[in-house]
């Protein structure tokens, strides 16, 4: 029985975090404008979609258009952003806050997947540093303007970048 509550208290404690990293997330969006969220939750919401069909249906949402191009770019940042956040609330949540802790503890909830990105560039370790906490707020504001630049057609370049999933908070 013992085991069973753990298990529930895991859950219901991971469940938790992404429900604030979403909210987080929203909140970022609503302030800046940079629509983090909004791409993100599309993903999640619509799985099995590519590019141009997310392209598609992110420009009817958003009320402008959008190329596949600028989506892979803005989708990367959304996860940036997202998995910054989510190492926040975790660290934030432990006694000493170090990142070997909050490696353990997002083992232990099954997110080390969505963080790892983030606690590499937080160790400075794989050749890009970058400012923290706060600076994905320069990354979002370089996305968006890569993005723009994307979105002329026939500009080379296009990132491409691997479409993961986190789970809907």
Known sequence: ???????????????ELLARCWQKLAEHEERTGQPFHTVLRY???HPDL???ELAAGLSE??????????VRVLLHRARDAFADLLLDEVTNSLADGSLDEAERELIEL?????????LTRRRGEGGVKRRRPGSWHDAARHATAR?????TPGTPGAPRCHVGRVTAG
């Open 147 to 151: 993005a723009t630049e994307l979105a």
């Open 61 to 70: 949402q958003l009320g402008k258009p959008i190329n596949a191009g600028a």
């Open 1 to 15: 029985e013992e085991a069973g509550d753990d298990a529930a208290f895991q859950a219901s404690w991971r469940d």
């Open 43 to 45: 993903r999640v919401d």
């Open 110 to 118: 099954d997110l080390l997947e969505y963080c790892r990105p983030a």
């Open 50 to 52: 590519r590019s141009p």
